[in-house]
């Protein structure tokens, strides 16, 4: 019997400003063929002031899901019909799954962090200091704290969002928190162990911003050999600076780390994806 013709093709996304340079769809499109899924993947610049009308264009194209990546983690809940349980405990959104009619956020960001984390440093017993209090830090912090993380330090511009942060770690995963205002260049104290990246700093257009971090700080020096891991936009890089006793420390020495250890990362992603290894709720609900 033959095969019955069917031209129409279901429908993900991602969803950010800017988003030209995220390799999601290169990962999401090879899961797809290697699952035998006969569906896009499709990668949507929606800029702040349009994303309510980008989330109703897309049920009302009958998309599957899709992805939110910078700035509409947080923004998205609104136009949402509920949340899944790791979504709702963070307050931000990394993920739309459609279930029936409704479209339901849900949060991987944190998870995935942590496993690449783990690959490098286990957070259990560690003090960890996160940049950022967006919808990327929200995840990365509890999943952390639930890792076994006994200390995280906030340090963000707008003390508000960095309050909220620091009391939805307090309160719903009780791991001690700090807050600290990020007006100057943030010295890494003494008894830090891992420093992570979780702002929009690096992103295209600006890949040579770096945070205002001083590497000479304490935190850095001697024989603790901090990690460092970060993320920018949707392709995590799991490591950017290990700092190790004797190595020299300038900045100038720390930036050429940063973009060697940035390429080894999009190397392995590319590997990842032709080897057919990526994929995510969209995938795996259809097999």
């Given at each position: ?10 429908l ?12 999601t ?14 569906w896009?993947?499709?990668?949507i ?6 994303l ?20 509409h983690?947080?923004a ?7 949340l899944?349980?790791?979504a709702?405990?963070?307050?931000a ?11 339901i ?6 998870k ?15 003090h ?33 969002r ?9 309160d ?7 807050l ?6 943030y010295v890494?104290p ?13 992103l295209?257009p ?6 205002a971090?001083?590497?000479?700080g ?9 990690w460092?891991?970060g ?20 900045e100038?020495g ?20 032709s080897?057919g ?5 969209f ?5």
């Amino acid at each position: 019997m033959s095969k019955v013709l069917n031209f129409k093709q279901e429908l993900t996304a991602c969803f950010g400003q800017p988003v030209s340079e995220n390799p999601t769809q290169v990962m999401m499109e090879a899961a797809y063929r290697h699952h035998g899924l006969d569906w896009r993947y499709l990668t949507i610049e929606v800029a702040p002031h349009d994303l309510a009308t980008g989330v109703a264009g897309a049920r009302a194209m009958g998309f599957r899901g899709f992805n939110c990546t910078i700035p509409h983690k947080v923004a998205v809940i609104a136009h949402l019909d509920g949340l899944g349980e790791s979504a709702s405990l963070m307050g931000a959104v990394n993920c739309v799954v459609r279930r029936g009619e409704k479209l339901i956020g849900e949060n991987t960001d944190g998870k995935g962090f942590v496993k690449s984390l783990k690959e490098l440093v286990d957070p259990t017993g560690k003090h960890a200091v996160i940049f950022g209090a967006g919808g990327a830090a929200r995840a990365i912090g509890v999943e952390v704290a639930l890792a076994g993380a006994t200390e995280i330090t906030i340090v963000n511009r707008s003390p508000s969002r960095g309050k909220e942060l620091a009391a939805l770690l307090t309160d719903k995963v009780r791991v001690k928190t700090n807050l600290v205002a990020w007006d100057q260049d943030y010295v890494v104290p003494e008894g830090v162990d891992i420093v992570i990246n979780a702002t929009s700093i690096g992103l295209f257009p600006d890949v040579d911003a770096r945070l205002a971090l001083d590497v000479n700080g304490p935190g850095l020096q001697g024989h603790r050999r901090p990690w460092h891991a970060g993320q920018s936009g949707d392709h995590r890089r799991p490591l950017l600076v290990r700092h190790r006793a004797g190595r020299r420390r300038d900045e100038k020495g720390a930036r050429r780390r940063l973009r060697r250890v940035d390429t080894v990362w999009k190397l392995r992603l590319a590997r990842r994806a032709s080897e057919g290894r990526a994929a995510n709720s969209f995938a795996r609900a259809s097999v």
